[in-house]
Every structure is written in C-alpha cells, then in structure tokens.
C-alpha cells in the first residue's frame, strides 16, 4: 500500500469523454435495460437512430447514474464493438475511460464496481424521490489511492480470468435452455416424432390436475440481517431467475411457500412483465416469491421439466389469462389452474426426461460454480481494489 499513489480521481479517469456522432445517423445503441445487475459483459445490443445520448468505445466503463439502476448494479464495460466505432446509450449512463499511461480500462471497471466507489457515488445522489442522480462533481474530486499501472493490469487480471469463467458458463447455460426449448417444441408442439399427430395415449387435462400447488407468494417484510430471500417480479427474464434483484426477508415460518426444485414461477400482476416465466432448477435454500409471482408446483418429480418447459413456452397464453384495466391488470389463480394443456404418456415422459435431466443437471452445476465464483470475486474486490492483499507476486 506504501507505494500506492493519493490521486483525485478526474485525474485518473476521464469523465464522459468527447466523441461525435452525426445526429441521424444509425448507430450501436445499448440501452439502460439490456444492462444486467452486476455483470461485466453488455449482453445485448440494438441498432437505432442517433438523436443524443452518452457516447462511448471499446474499453470504456458504463455506469449508471440514476436511482435504482446505479444500486442495482448497472455497470458493464464495453468490449463488443468494432474498432474504432462509437456507440451510443442513455444520457443516465456516466461514460469513464483510462487516461494513457496513468490507468488501465480493466482496472476502471472494476474500480467503479468496487464498493468504496459505489458507496460515495450512491450517497452523492440528489433529486426527487425515484430520480436522484449521481452529482458528477463529487466523483470528479474523489481522493483515492491507487497502484502503479503495472499492478493494476495485475490485479484487473485476476477479477478477469473469474469473470470470463462466470460468462462462459452463462453462455452454456444459455445454449443448453434454448436446446430444451427447441426438444420440448419438437415434441410436444410440433409432435414431429409422431408424423405431426398427437398420439392417442395422450390425455388432456388441467394444469391443477398436474400440480400439487398454484399458489401467490408472501407479503414479506424486508430486512437486511437475514438470509431470507424474497424473489420478485424483477428477477424472472429471459426464462432465468436473477438474485440479484432479489431481496432480504424477516425471518417467518413460510411453509409449502419455501421454494423448490422445479418451482415454476409466473409473474402475475400487470407492470409490463405479466406472464413471465421461470423455473427453479437450482437448489433453493431459504427462497420464497412475494405476491406478485405465482407458484406451480408440479404433483410428480416426472412432470417437473415438462411443466417448466411448458411455462416458458407458453407466455403469451399464461399473459392473455389476465383480468382488469392496463396497468393493474392481475392473473387470478383459477385461470392458472383452469389452462388446459396435454399430457404425454408416461414412457414418451420418460424418454423427455432421460434427455433434458442430463441439462438440468449442468445448468444447475454451472450456477453453482458462478455462485462461488462470485462469492470469490466479490470477497477478494474490496481486498485488492483498496491494497489489503499485495499483488507484487501475481505473475502475467
């Protein structure tokens, strides 16, 4: 720490660089909501007309400036253009970038996740409720203590080889889900296997006829001393289950709402993600949903993919289900269980089964795995980010 420099933290970091590009033009836009809490990587982008924006490169870092987004963790760092091209994104987002010679892109990134960082940004914010921003001043004049470049490359390496292990294993699992979409489809949709026929064994029946439970979850009252979780409406997208949006509960006796493998979760109150669906295929420990999610719970463990698999594909419908007016519109839990649907006999189940179980079984590996990588990352940030640990011995 002896040799770590005090330095204000403009003069570390650019600010919001200048860039230009022409208004009208069609450029790379990322949006604040293709961000994904406390991930590197920006996952998605969109081509749209320049109108105004922030502007930015490969190697900027993006963070958001504005209240939840900046505490839910919206930061990514920018690696998924051409060379040389400038994209575009929200005016909320705070565009930072290395200074040559000075500081290292990586180390930037990771600086700004940092919960030292984090914390006096966050604390900076003024405004209305619901829209307090960043005061871009009070990082401008941030005192910090920072390495020499070569042991920021050091220690940026380190957060890296754990982040690209963390996002491969998200791409896995994300191309082993669509592999069970697409078999679920070919099977019970499309029935290709039985020359585009349903087969006669096959039995229709109500979603309560399959299911032990359908069910809406707790009223929860939140706490931070506890590891108690509440799954809500935020957390169910892209067929996924995100905790990071997710929050502490008092700890309460919740009984048959305790969540587990092969849950299917539903959202089911109107806030433009009505009928979104997830499964649990991970091991939950201490995990219910608030009121706003609906529980399916498949009544036979030989049910559990084909039920979640349905779920997933069937969004529209579940969505369609709803009663009330734009805005407050609700999905009552009598349709739920009215939905209507076909049951396989039980050798094609099983024959589903013996091919998406071997999925499961790494989708589950592979989030555990990220959970203790994670955990590794995120205990060892605060540690190195502040020159708790040295890093003279780490080797490039």
């Not at 930037?108 to 914010?125: D, E, G, H, Q, V």
């Not at 979780?229 to 997710?246: E, G, P, T, Y």
Request: with cysteine; charged share 25%.
């Amino acid at each position: 720490m002896e040799q770590w420099m005090e330095m204000r933290a403009a003069d570390f970091i650019e600010f919001n660089p200048r860039m230009s590009i022409k208004k009208g033009t069609i450029a790379t836009k990322v949006a604040m909501d293709k961000l994904q809490p406390f991930t590197k990587r920006i996952p998605e982008t969109e081509k749209a007309v320049f109108s105004g924006g922030s502007k930015f490169r490969n190697g900027d870092t993006i963070m958001a400036r504005i209240t939840p987004c900046l505490e839910n963790g919206k930061t990514a760092f920018v690696d998924i253009l051409r060379e040389d091209e400038v994209a575009f994104g929200s005016t909320e987002f705070i565009v930072m970038r290395a200074k040559e010679g000075i500081s290292d892109p990586q180390f930037i990134y990771y600086l700004a996740t940092s919960p030292s960082f984090r914390n006096i940004a966050i604390k900076s914010m003024v405004g209305s409720s619901g829209r307090q921003r960043v005061q871009q001043s009070v990082l401008n004049d941030l005192i910090m203590k920072v390495p020499s470049l070569e042991d920021q490359k050091k220690i940026s390496s380190v957060f890296c080889v754990l982040d690209q292990k963390i996002a491969l294993n998200n791409e896995i699992n994300d191309n082993l889900q669509q592999q069970a979409a697409a078999i679920f489809r070919s099977w019970f949709v499309d029935c290709i296997p039985f020359g585009g026929t349903v087969p006669d064994e096959w039995k229709n029946v109500t979603l309560e006829d399959i299911t032990s439970l359908v069910s809406r979850g707790i009223t929860p009252k939140y706490a931070d001393d506890t590891d108690q979780i509440v799954i809500n409406q935020k957390c169910i997208r892209n067929h996924m289950i995100d905790l990071s949006f997710a929050r502490n509960h008092r700890p309460k006796v919740i009984n048959n709402k305790w969540l587990r493998f092969g849950d299917l979760l539903i959202n089911s109150t109107g806030d433009g993600t009505l009928g979104r669906a997830a499964q649990v295929w991970f091991q939950p420990h201490n995990l219910t949903v608030d009121s706003h999610v609906t529980i399916v719970r498949p009544a036979a463990e030989n049910m559990i993919f084909y039920i979640g698999l349905w779920g997933t594909q069937h969004e529209k419908e579940i969505e369609s289900l709803h009663t009330g007016s734009t805005g407050q519109t609700e999905l009552p839990r009598d349709r739920v269980k009215a939905i209507e649907l076909l049951l396989p006999d039980k050798e094609t189940m099983d024959r589903f089964n013996a091919l998406i179980a071997p999925m499961a079984a790494a989708i589950v590996s592979n989030q555990e795995e990220n959970n203790r990588l994670a955990s590794i990352r995120d205990a060892l940030l605060p540690k190195l980010m502040s020159g708790r640990i040295d890093v003279s011995a780490i080797r490039l």
